[in-house]
């Protein structure tokens, strides 16, 4: 991979780091408290939800990380050696952590009593998200893990060969 399409890569991956800190810091928040504003038994639910979408974005944070790390290992040509397995399992954490905040968001939204404006149809957009998306991180998570085991075959297979040749 050339080390200017691996720059590129980094470099939006280092600016999506940066947009989900002004997100974490700026955004979210203020959008919290606008609704609160807009319909004020929010309020009693603001604090989970801000919470949830400020931990699930640091775990987007640091799976962007991870894959900057594997590019930068495709841009040296050392990813079929045993440091890109730290960058993999890294990303397999940072996957399953996401996939634990949606999961407890899903139980969150399941159990507790949660105001709605109107008919309800938003709480059961937020239920049906988390469970779609606690599935999707899973399924993330275990095609990340499969990866995994076929880089680590494949550099036990290169230090084979290396010994050989």
Do not use: K
């Amino acid at each position: 991979m050339s080390r200017a399409v691996v720059f590129f890569l980094q470099a939006l991956l280092a600016f999506a780091v940066l947009g989900g800190l002004f997100a974490q810091v700026a955004v979210i928040p203020a959008t919290a408290a606008n609704e609160v504003g807009l319909f004020p038994p929010y309020e009693s639910v603001r604090v989970p939800f801000v919470v949830s979408a400020i931990v699930f974005v640091a775990c987007l944070q640091v799976l962007a990380v991870a894959l900057g790390g594997m590019l930068h290992r495709a841009g040296e040509g050392t990813v079929f050696e045993s440091g890109a397995l730290v960058w993999t399992n890294i990303a397999i954490g940072a996957i399953a952590a996401g996939a634990v905040v949606l999961a407890w968001l899903f139980v969150y939204v399941t159990f507790a009593e949660i105001p709605s404006p109107a008919d309800g149809m938003d709480v059961l957009g937020l239920w049906a998200g988390s469970a779609v998306g606690t599935i999707a991180a899973i399924g993330v998570a275990l095609l990340v893990v499969v990866g995994r085991q076929w880089l680590g075959r494949a550099i036990a297979q290169r230090a084979e060969l290396e010994q050989v040749v």
